[in-house]
């Protein structure tokens, strides 16, 4: 079956670095996306993986190992403006490759 | 603002009413889905359409009929909806690729309530 795992809440304070854990078991992998929605938003995209390895844009930057079905985001420097929930998504083979599958994603809250 | 837009933003129905939410995307993909986002629970897929076909329905009720007439605007059909129906419902569209980072750019929802 499809299976990804994400913690539910995390909390963390302005200016740190936090990383929020995905674990993933899925009928095949076409890569992993990591998305932010803010609460009565449009999910929005962050960051994609397909090769092992981490992929830096700004301060965001994601993980991925795929012989473990793990990926990490890591969010550096914390803003106000960071809290949100973040959306692990795979694409596997289902439908043709057009199948995303999502985790139940992981609300964080950025404390001054 | 990503692209994709959703009518209405927010609706309220009965169970025997019969409404329909529509999506527009102004990206040139070719490929739309409806996902469920119900509170506490992942994503649901609902639909996808590439080029215009229905690839997959994933069991949805078929009180929730789709509608592709081209590549840039897409329906969820509601008829006889249940309470438990009440969600925010997602339009997306992507590139019709197979493979590559070539993510999907989602409207800004419908927030649904069904009484």
């Known amino acids: 079956g499809q299976n990804i795992d994400q913690p539910t809440e995390m909390t963390a304070t302005e200016g740190a670095i936090v990383q929020i854990n995905c674990t993933y078991q899925?009928?095949?992998?076409?890569?992993l996306f990591w998305y932010q929605q803010h609460a009565g938003e449009a999910p929005t995209f962050l960051s994609y993986?397909?090769?092992?390895g981490l992929e830096e844009k700004g301060r965001f930057s994601s993980f991925l190992s795929r012989s473990k079905g793990y990926s990490y985001l890591l969010l550096k420097e914390l803003q106000m403006k960071d809290s949100a929930s973040y959306l692990c998504?795979?694409?596997?083979?289902?439908?043709?490759?057009?199948?995303?599958?999502f985790g139940p994603g992981t609300r964080l809250s950025v404390l001054p | 603002e990503t692209g994709v837009t959703q009518t209405p933003r927010h609706l309220v129905m009965g169970m025997t009413n019969k409404k329909s939410l529509k999506c527009e995307q102004h990206?040139?993909?070719?490929?739309m889905y409806w996902y469920k986002q119900s509170a506490k629970k992942p994503l649901e897929l609902m639909f996808v359409?590439?080029?215009?076909?229905?690839?997959e329905n994933n069991s949805v009720p078929s009180r929730f009929s789709p509608e592709c007439p081209n590549s840039s605007h897409l329906f969820l059909h509601l008829h006889t909806l249940q309470p438990e129906d009440s969600a925010l419902y997602l339009c997306?569209?992507?590139?019709?690729?197979?493979?590559?980072?070539?993510?999907?750019?989602f409207g800004p929802g419908t927030r649904l309530l069904v009484l």
């Open positions: 899925t009928s095949g992998f076409n890569g």
């Open positions: 990206l040139g993909h070719n490929a």
């Open positions: 997306a569209s992507s590139q019709d690729v197979r493979q590559g980072s070539e993510t999907q750019y």
């Open positions: 998504a795979v694409r596997d083979n289902d439908n043709y490759g057009q199948n995303f599958v």
């Open positions: 993986n397909v090769l092992d």
């Open positions: 359409y590439s080029l215009e076909e229905r690839v």
